[in-house]
């Protein structure tokens, strides 16, 4: 190091043709960068430079050591310019779990995947709760409330539950108007693969304090089977926005009891062990899913908000009538 050190005030004094610019730019006295070129001749046994009380010139030897150095520091350059990209361009194994029902992230995943194609993402989509240090992810996706203290975490988004039917099914059925009403349908439930327990519906209790129960017509951990079931008519559901949004805008399915629910937004957060600094990869595929969830969460909420309105719009003109 000290050697190349001298290559460098030495490269620098060659480009100058004189000592006290040199000496200027790196905080040293004109004495000091002198002495370094002696040092640096003495060590060669050659002489770099003629001096004179006015110039300094490059000898032949002079000459030829620096387009050797000027080599050497071009590829010392090179070199920290390959290792500053490889530590700021996101690269190598990212594993990940994730919710199994996957809709979600999957626009932020492939604009992921497009931009940083050195990364290897290994996901690991679940119900269940992984230990995100034990497992040896890097990252988890979860939500509610989060507990475990020796995460970092970064909320990404929220989601709200809705209760829907097939335009078929609500012909067929009638739509609901009160919680109640529901006693008298075919409900389509979700059971939590971790506990075993049913989902509760976002509903208000009864007049005795009681939540309501229920018909269990059908029950599944599954969000795919019930979406398909309740498209083709098969029942009511309650389901997270994002996954019957499309369907929601597109009139396949309709929103009941919007005014009943009693629900507040449920958090989305990324979750990765404190213990780890940020690396380049984990914090672009933050950015990436923040950026898609985020977005997501906020065309839902004015998606909902428009439903709604329209809903208690069409029961006024109903009444008025």
């Known amino acids: 190091m000290d050697n190349l050190g001298s290559i460098g005030v030495f490269v620098r004094v060659a480009e100058k043709l004189g000592f006290s610019t040199v000496a200027r730019e790196l905080g040293l006295s004109p004495s000091a960068v002198g002495k370094a070129i002696c040092r640096l001749e003495d060590r060669l046994g050659v002489r770099l430079f003629h001096r004179s009380t006015r110039t300094l010139a490059l000898t032949a030897d002079g000459e030829r050591f620096l387009e050797r150095c000027l080599r050497i520091m071009a590829e010392v350059e090179a070199a920290e310019l390959e290792m500053t990209n490889a530590s700021e361009t996101p690269h190598g194994k990212l594993r990940v779990s994730l919710p199994k029902y996957s809709s979600l992230f999957q626009p932020a995943i492939a604009r992921f995947m497009q931009r940083y194609p050195d990364v290897e993402l290994d996901l690991d989509f679940s119900d269940h709760i992984v230990d995100v240090i034990g497992d040896g992810f890097d990252a988890a996706i979860r939500t509610g409330t989060l507990t475990d203290s020796s995460l970092k975490r970064r909320k990404i988004g929220e989601l709200r539950r809705v209760l829907v039917g097939s335009p078929l099914y609500l012909a067929q059925h009638g739509r609901p108007q009160h919680p109640a009403d529901l006693l008298a349908h075919t409900c389509l439930h979700y059971r939590f693969p971790t506990n075993g327990r049913l989902e509760p519906w976002p509903l208000p209790p009864d007049a005795d304090g009681n939540a309501l129960e229920l018909p269990r017509s059908f029950v599944c951990n599954s969000i795919e089977m019930r979406t398909h079931l309740v498209l083709n008519g098969q029942g009511l559901a309650c389901l997270p926005d994002f996954s019957v ?77």
């Open 245 to 321: 949004a499309d369907y929601v805008q597109t009139g396949q399915l309709h929103t009941i009891l919007e005014d009943s629910i009693h629900d507040t937004p449920i958090a989305i957060w990324i979750v990765w062990p404190s213990s780890r600094d940020l690396s380049p990869k984990l914090r672009a595929f933050i950015d990436s899913i923040s950026e898609t969830a985020l977005g997501i969460s906020g065309a839902l909420a004015v998606l909902y908000d428009e439903l709604g309105q329209q809903t208690r719009s069409n029961r006024h003109h109903t009444k008025t009538r």
